[in-house]
């Protein structure tokens, strides 16, 4: 079993930055991804980026790119999303989430087994 925790959303103003973490517990992470979704009250859970855990590749929302940058700590077992030039479409709560497996579609929010809270994210214009 993993828990994960997200951290470190809030308000923001336009133009402004957040940093959000994701901790993953319970047992060492030996999967094969992990990803950030964003959803927004009466709207399907929207892929915003992801990397692979020991490739470390990564894929980005074209809404994110050049703004949104992900990355982890293995030795942490974190993934962090730092969040710049944020807009106030970027309003959402936030979730990480964790593909215990190989998949070609890790934009599909089915390709992840565990999931966080979510963190709130607002941006005001």
């Known amino acids: 079993q993993v828990q994960l925790v997200e951290s470190g959303g809030g308000l923001v103003q336009a133009g402004g930055s957040l940093r959000l973490s994701c901790a993953a517990s319970?047992?060492?992470?030996?999967?094969?991804?992990m990803g950030w979704f964003r959803q927004v009250p009466g709207k399907e859970r929207e892929f915003v980026t992801c990397?692979?855990?020991?490739?470390?590749?990564?894929y980005y929302a074209d809404s994110v790119k050049g703004r949104f940058t992900i990355s982890r700590d293995n030795a942490k077992n974190t993934v962090y999303l730092q969040m710049n030039s944020l807009k106030p479409e970027d309003t959402a709560v936030y979730y990480c989430?964790?593909?215990?497996?190989?998949?070609?579609?890790?934009?599909?929010?089915?390709?992840?087994?565990?999931w966080g809270q979510g963190t709130q994210v607002t941006v005001s214009s």
């Open positions: 989430g964790a593909a215990v497996y190989y998949s070609n579609y890790l934009q599909d929010p089915t390709a992840y087994d565990y």
């Open positions: 319970g047992r060492t992470f030996s999967g094969y991804a």
């Open positions: 990397i692979r855990w020991n490739a470390g590749s990564t």
